[in-house]
C-alpha cells in the first residue's frame, strides 16, 4: 500500500503540473455544462414560441373547393398562402413544412354528406415538421368533429350518439421523470467522462513514459510491479472521479440559473449527485483499467491514443439499442457494462428507486470486469517487454 500511495502521488503531482491538462482534462466539461443546459433551455423555450405559439403559414392547394374550412383554419392561428408551383421541391428545399392540398372531389362529397378528402403534404424525415403537422391535423380534426355533430343535429339525431366510449386520459408521469426524459443525453455524457476521465494520465503513465524510457527505472525499483500499475491507476481514479464531481456541481449549478423552459424548477439534490458518484465509480475502474490493459500492450503513446476513437463509441450503444428498441428494466442489465449504468443514472434522473438487488448485481458486475482487467494488464506489467521502448 505505502509503494501504491507513493506512486499515486507521483503521477497525480505530475499531472497537475500541467496546466494545459488542467483546463483541458479537469475543467473543460464542467465548464461546458452551463452552457450545454442553457443553451438547450433557451432552444427548446424558441422552438415552442415559434412552432407551438406562432402563425402557421400553411399553403393549401384547392382552396376554392372549400372556402369554409378555408375560413376554419383562419380562425385557428393558421395563415392560408396560394399554393406553389412545385409543392414537392417546396417540402424537399424546406421553404415549408407541410402544405394542404383539397381534393377537387371535396365540394361534391360534402354535399352528399360523404368524407371530403384532404391531403397533408409533408417530409417525415425533417424533424422540425413534426409540430406543424400535428397543428394542422389538429385543426382539420376540431373542423371534421364540429361539421359531423351540425351534420347530425340536422337529422334530430344526438351527436354525443356516435361516442359510445368516452376516453379519458391520466398521465400519472412526475415531473422528475418528464425531467430525466429531456435530460436522455446526460447517461452519455456522464458514463463518457466517467470511462475516459482518466485517458490522458493513465496512459502517458505508462505507454508515455514506456516512451520517454522513464518506465525502466520505476520497474528496476524493489516494489512490486503490481503495486506500481496500481497506484497509476489509483490515480487515474483519483483523477477521473474529480472530474466527475466538478461536472455534477457543475449541472446542480446550472439548474439554478434556468428560469423558464424545460429545465424550470429543475433541482439536483446532494443525493441524487451521491448515488451518481457511486454508480459511476465501476465506470471509472473499468475504463482506467482497460486504458491501462491498452497502454502496456502498445508500442508508443500515439498507438495508444489511436484507440480512443474505438473507446468512445462503446457508451454509444445502450444509448442506440434502447432508441431502436426500449425495453423494461430487467435484472441482467445492471450487469452488463454501458447498459446498466445507462438505466441506472436515468433511474436516478427519473427519481426512482433503486433495490438492493439491483445495488447488488451492478456493483458486483461493474466491480468484477474491472479486478479482471486489471489482473490481465497485472499480467502484461510483468512482461520484461513492457520495459522496453519502441
Known amino acids: ?36 443546459i442553457l443553451g438547450m433551455g433557451a432552444l427548446a423555450q424558441s422552438r415552442a414560441e415559434i412552432q407551438l405559439e406562432s402563425e402557421l403559414s400553411l399553403p393549401v392547394l384547392g382552396a376554392d373547393y372549400a372556402p369554409n374550412l378555408v375560413a376554419y383554419l383562419s380562425t385557428q392561428n393558421i395563415r392560408i398562402e396560394p399554393p406553389p408551383a412545385d409543392v414537392e421541391a417546396m417540402i424537399s428545399n ?10 377537387e372531389s371535396y365540394a361534391d362529397d360534402w354535399r352528399q354528406s360523404r368524407a371530403a378528402t384532404v391531403e397533408i403534404l409533408f417530409d417525415s424525415s425533417r424533424q422540425d415538421a413534426q409540430i406543424p403537422v400535428r ?62 476521465g482518466g485517458a490522458y494520465l493513465v496512459m502517458d503513465a505508462t505507454a508515455g513514459e514506456r516512451e520517454r524510457q522513464s518506465l525502466e527505472p520505476l520497474l528496476a525499483t524493489p516494489a512490486s510491479r503490481v ?24 449541472f446542480k449549478l446550472s439548474f ?51 484507440y480512443m476513437g474505438i473507446l468512445m463509441m462503446l ?7 434502447l432508441l431502436v428498441n426500449p425495453v423494461k428494466n ?35 458486475a461493474g466491480f468484477g470486469l474491472g479486478a479482471v482487467l486489471w489482473c490481465i494488464a497485472a499480467s502484461l506489467y510483468h512482461s520484461e517487454r513492457l520495459a522496453i521502448s519502441a
Open 135 to 196: 397543428r394542422v391535423e389538429r385543426a382539420l380534426e376540431g373542423y371534421s368533429r364540429q361539421a359531423g355533430a351540425v351534420r347530425l343535429i340536422a337529422r334530430g339525431v344526438d351527436p354525443a350518439l356516435n361516442q359510445a366510449v368516452r376516453v379519458t386520459y391520466r398521465d400519472l408521469a412526475t415531473n422528475e421523470s418528464r425531467r430525466g426524459m429531456l435530460l436522455a443525453f446526460l447517461p452519455y455524457l456522464l458514463i463518457l467522462t466517467a470511462f475516459l
Open 256 to 306: 439554478t440559473f434556468v428560469r423558464s423552459g424545460p429545465f424550470a424548477g429543475m433541482e439536483v439534490t446532494m443525493l441524487a449527485i451521491g448515488k451518481l458518484l457511486i454508480i459511476l465509480l465501476p465506470m471509472v475502474l473499468i475504463g482506467t483499467a482497460l486504458l491501462t490493459l491498452i497502454s502496456a500492450s502498445v508500442k508508443s503513446l500515439k498507438e495508444a491514443q489511436s
Open 94 to 103: 424546406q421553404e415549408r413544412d407541410v402544405i394542404l392540398r383539397i381534393d
Open 330 to 364: 430487467a435484472l441482467w442489465m445492471f450487469a452488463t457494462p454501458f447498459l446498466a449504468q445507462n438505466q441506472l443514472i436515468l433511474m436516478v434522473l427519473r427519481a426512482e428507486t433503486i433495490s438492493m438487488v439491483q445495488w447488488t448485481t451492478y456493483l458486483g
Open 1 to 36: 500500500m505505502r509503494t501504491l500511495i507513493t506512486v499515486m502521488i507521483k503521477e497525480l503531482t505530475e499531472t497537475f503540473r500541467d496546466r494545459k491538462i488542467i483546463i483541458n482534462g479537469l475543467l473543460m466539461v464542467p465548464l461546458l455544462v452551463p452552457v450545454l
Open 315 to 321: 457508451p454509444v450503444l445502450p444509448t442506440a439499442i
Open 227 to 250: 503495486a506500481i500499475m496500481s497506484g497509476k491507476i489509483a490515480a487515474a481514479c483519483v483523477f477521473g472521479m474529480l472530474v466527475l464531481l466538478l461536472t455534477l456541481l457543475s
